[in-house]
T-cell receptor, first 114, second 112 residues
Framework: EAAVTQSPRSKVAVTGGKVTLSCHQTNNHDYMYWYRQDTGHGLRLIHYSYVADSTEKGDIPDGYKASRPSQENFSLILELASLSQTAVYFC?????????????FGSGTRLTVL | GEKVEQHESTLSVREGDSAVINCTYTDTASSYFPWYKQEAGKSLHFVIDIRSNVDRKQSQRLTVLLDKKAKRFSLHITATQPEDSAIYFCAASRTNTGKLTFGDGTVLTVKP
C-alpha cells in the first residue's frame, strides 16, 4: 500500500523562528506536493515537485520554501514563521501521467505558531 | 486560477437515505474531478473521480455526475451508512498535473 510519512506529527513554533516539515514516501512516485488546510476550509497547494532537485510554486507559495533532495523526500521550510502559518500541513505523492491525478496523502502535521 | 465552490458546508441524513453534495468550478480547462474523504482526525483518501469525457460514473453506492455546460459536478451516495460520516472534498484539475484545487468540504453526518 502507498505510504507517505510526515514528521513531526505536530509542532509548536515561535514567531520568527525557522520550521522544517519533512515528508518521505515509499510509493516510488515522481510527483510530490505540499498543501495546507485551515480550519473549515479545503486544501491549498503551496509547492510541488515533479522530479528530484526541482520544485515549483503552487497557489500560495509566499513565506514558504521547498526542497526535494531525492525522489523519496520533500521538505517544506518556513524561514520566518508567522501566526498566519498556523495550519495543518499535508504532504502527498502521485505517479506520473494519467495516474498523477490520484494523490496519496500523509497523516498531516499540525503546526501552531505562537 | 481555478476556483471550486462546494455548496453544502454541512449535510445530515438518516441511515439508508441518499446524500448529494454539489460543487461548481470556474476553469473551463479543468478536465478531472476527484472526490476525497476525510474521517475525523485523519488524512484524506481518494474515493471516486470523473473525467470530462463522460458525464456519469458509478462505483458501488457512489455516483458522480458532471455537467460541463454548467461547470457543475456532484457526488451521490445511496443507502448511506454511519461509516459514510466524514468530510467530503471535491476538487478539480487540468489533466495529468496532479495539482488539485479543492472545495472547502462538506461535513456529512449519517444518523442511525
Amino acid at each position: 500500500e502507498a505510504a507517505v510519512t510526515q514528521s513531526p506529527r505536530s509542532k509548536v513554533a515561535v514567531t520568527g523562528g525557522k520550521v522544517t516539515l519533512s515528508c518521505h514516501q515509499t510509493n516510488n512516485h515522481d510527483y510530490m506536493y505540499w498543501y495546507r488546510q485551515d480550519t473549515g476550509h479545503g486544501l491549498r497547494l503551496i509547492h510541488y515537485s515533479y522530479v528530484a532537485d526541482s520544485t515549483e510554486k503552487g497557489d500560495i507559495p509566499d513565506g514558504y520554501k521547498a526542497s526535494r533532495p531525492s525522489q523519496e523526500n520533500f521538505s517544506l521550510i518556513l524561514e520566518l514563521a508567522s501566526l498566519s502559518q498556523t495550519a495543518v500541513y499535508f504532504c502527498a505523492s502521485s505517479d506520473r501521467g494519467r495516474d498523477a491525478e490520484t494523490l496519496y496523502f500523509g497523516s498531516g502535521t499540525r503546526l501552531t505558531v505562537l | 486560477g481555478e476556483k471550486v465552490e462546494q455548496h453544502e458546508s454541512t449535510l445530515s441524513v438518516r441511515e439508508g437515505d441518499s446524500a448529494v453534495i454539489n460543487c461548481t468550478y470556474t476553469d473551463t480547462a479543468s478536465s478531472y474531478f476527484p472526490w476525497y474523504k476525510q474521517e475525523a482526525g485523519k488524512s484524506l483518501h481518494f474515493v471516486i473521480d470523473i473525467r470530462s469525457n463522460v458525464d456519469r460514473k458509478q462505483s458501488q453506492r457512489l455516483t458522480v455526475l458532471l455537467d460541463k455546460k454548467a461547470k457543475r459536478f456532484s457526488l451521490h451516495i445511496t443507502a448511506t451508512q454511519p461509516e459514510d460520516s466524514a468530510i467530503y472534498f471535491c476538487a478539480a484539475s487540468r489533466t495529468n498535473t496532479g495539482k488539485l484545487t479543492f472545495g472547502d468540504g462538506t461535513v456529512l453526518t449519517v444518523k442511525p
